[in-house]
């Protein structure tokens, strides 16, 4: 496969926290990671498996410890901001601002992204037509549904035209109409602009219907990596009968997904805070 056709590419890819009394907890342990341009890539697994520690890398929101992260062939720790201008980033934790008006949040993001002066107006516009918020863009953030929230934060990824596009944990907190209404809006991009996507999420039923290929971590390791096809498949060898992407969470982790949502009091903290404020 040419650099051309690799949207992430992470080799040895390593990074420990330190903590209390000088404890370290590597949450990254060696990975070597390959996201193919256009496609979507799901990276599943446990809360604490490394997940979001990964994407903060790809994203230089932190340096690798050890390995190399390259996006679209730009090395991310020697060349963060050209990374950063390739990006589209919504995390888990609220980014919109309730005391703006969705054109507001909009705009704002565009000057962050640097988007030329002249263009932000029309980049704006089309980032909140690209997510159904153009009735509501005058509207302040405050008055939005759960699910007009997270679109709005899809718009604001959205406008800088990234060439990958990072969700973490989207639509967390939605109902099933709104986390459908946040997957049409990532849908219809992809297919008009052939943007990158790499997502995390615990459901399970969204990575099934919308990822081209998914990489299970757990304990900082990549434990499986293929089609959920491919992954249901193995699991099938094993015994099961018609096996879910659950069955194969289940499998590889190696613990139920009632444990996998537990993760350390941190992970919980930030979960439940960003879920009741969506929704």
């Known amino acids: 496969m040419t650099s051309q056709e690799q949207a992430v590419v992470c080799q040895g890819l390593e990074y420990s926290f330190t903590h209390g009394r ?8 060696g990975i070597d990671l390959t996201v193919r341009t256009g496609e979507v890539f799901g990276l599943l ?12 890398a790809i994203t230089t929101l932190l340096p690798a410890g050890a390995g190399m992260v390259r996006v679209f062939g730009h090395d991310a720790a020697r060349r963060p901001m050209e990374v950063r201008r390739l990006l589209g980033y919504v995390p888990q934790q609220l980014s919109a601002e309730a005391g703006l008006t969705g054109r507001e949040n909009v705009a704002l993001f565009a000057r962050v992204f640097d988007v030329p002066r002249a263009e932000r107006a029309r980049r704006v516009a089309q980032a909140l037509a690209a997510v ?23 718009a604001q990824a959205l406008v800088s035209a990234p060439r990958l596009l ?4 989207p639509t967390i907190g939605l109902d099933p109409i709104a986390r459908t209404g946040v997957w049409e809006r990532v849908d219809a991009v992809r297919r008009a ?16 219907r919308h990822c081209d290929r998914i990489a299970l971590m757990d304990r900082g390791r990549i434990r499986a990596l293929g089609t959920p096809a491919e992954l249901k498949a193995r699991v099938r060898e094993e015994g099961r009968d018609e096996p879910t992407l659950d069955d194969v ?17 941190g992970d919980v ?11």
């Open 132 to 154: 159904d918020l153009t009735d509501a863009a005058d509207r302040m953030a405050a008055t939005y549904s759960g699910g007009m929230v997270r679109r709005l934060e899809l």
């Open 45 to 56: 697994g446990p809360n604490g498996a490394g997940k979001t520690t990964t994407i903060r």
């Open 269 to 279: 903290r930030r979960t439940r805070r960003t879920a009741n404020r969506v929704g």
């Open 249 to 265: 969470f289940r499998h590889f982790a190696g613990r139920d997904l009632a444990d996998a949502t537990e993760g350390d009091f």
């Open 22 to 29: 000088g404890r370290t907890t590597r949450a990254v342990d």
């Open 193 to 208: 602009t052939g943007m990158t996507v790499l997502v995390t999420t615990h459901y399970m039923d969204e990575a099934d």
């Open 166 to 169: 990072v969700l973490d944990e």
